[in-house]
């Protein structure tokens, strides 16, 4: 069975940092490409960043560009999401997602996680 | 303000059909696969469609997808209570570099 876990989330100041991780299992993590998507509390999906199986690809939204840093280490199944100069905009829950393929550029993410909340305010 | 544009709601009656658009442009589902997801109330979203019209394991054929220019249509057939949720499609602009959804349909099934 495919599961995604995602952990780091929790509240932070503005301007601090956090790092998202994603522990996966139940597939062979370095034939995939993975995804971070955000939703704001009442919102709908938004795309933040992507990194394609071997690392050698990878795209960020406008609105973390510079600021967020995806990564894998495909030893641990794990996907990372660093991110630094917390807006208060940031907050969400963040999902990681595995893709179809090991690309991305499908948008066919077919295994989510559950989320972890993060919070930026003061 | 989202780059894909869907109706922000869609209601019908169990066993009926509906159809939820997905409005977009030559940079994004003129260009490139679309996908469908949808997201039931407190959950993670979930794949429902793929390569605009494929449907992964499991999901029932009383849904299906279909695309045309730079459009994209999710057909749900015999409404059921259990589709109630909120309806996302999703695909990648060339123009952007990057994922784009649309704001997202809630489906009620009256």
């Known amino acids: 069975e495919v599961q995604l876990v995602e952990s780091g989330g929790g509240l932070v100041q503005p301007g601090r940092s956090l790092r998202l991780s994603c522990a996966v299992s139940?597939?062979?993590?370095?034939?995939?490409?993975m995804h971070w998507v955000r939703q704001a509390p009442g919102k709908g999906l938004e795309w933040v960043s992507s990194?394609?199986?071997?690392?050698?690809?990878?795209a960020y939204a406008d609105s973390v560009k510079g600021r967020f840093t995806i990564s894998r280490d495909n030893a641990k199944n794990s996907l990372h999401l660093q991110m630094n100069s917390l807006r208060a905009e940031d907050t969400a829950l963040y999902y990681c997602a595995k893709d179809l393929y090991p690309w991305f550029g499908e948008s066919s993410l077919d295994s989510w996680g559950q989320g972890t909340l993060v919070t930026v305010s003061s | 303000q989202s780059v894909l544009t869907q109706p922000p709601s869609v209601s019908a009656a169990p066993g009926q059909k509906v159809t939820i658009s997905c409005s977009g442009s030559?940079?994004?589902?003129?260009?490139?696969?679309v996908s469908w997801f949808q997201q039931l109330p407190g959950t993670a979203p979930k794949l429902l469609m793929y390569e605009n019209n494929k449907r992964p394991s499991g999901i029932p054929d009383r849904f299906s997808g279909s695309k045309s220019g730079t459009s994209a249509t999710l057909d749900i057939t015999g409404l059921q209570t259990g589709d109630e949720a909120d309806y996302y499609c999703?695909?990648?602009?060339?123009?952007?570099?990057?994922?784009?959804f649309g704001g997202g349909t809630k489906l009620t099934v009256l």
């Open positions: 139940g597939f062979t993590f370095d034939d995939y490409a």
């Open positions: 990194i394609s199986w071997k690392s050698d690809s990878i």
């Open positions: 030559n940079s994004n589902i003129g260009k490139n696969y």
């Open positions: 999703g695909t990648w602009d060339i123009r952007l570099s990057g994922g784009v």
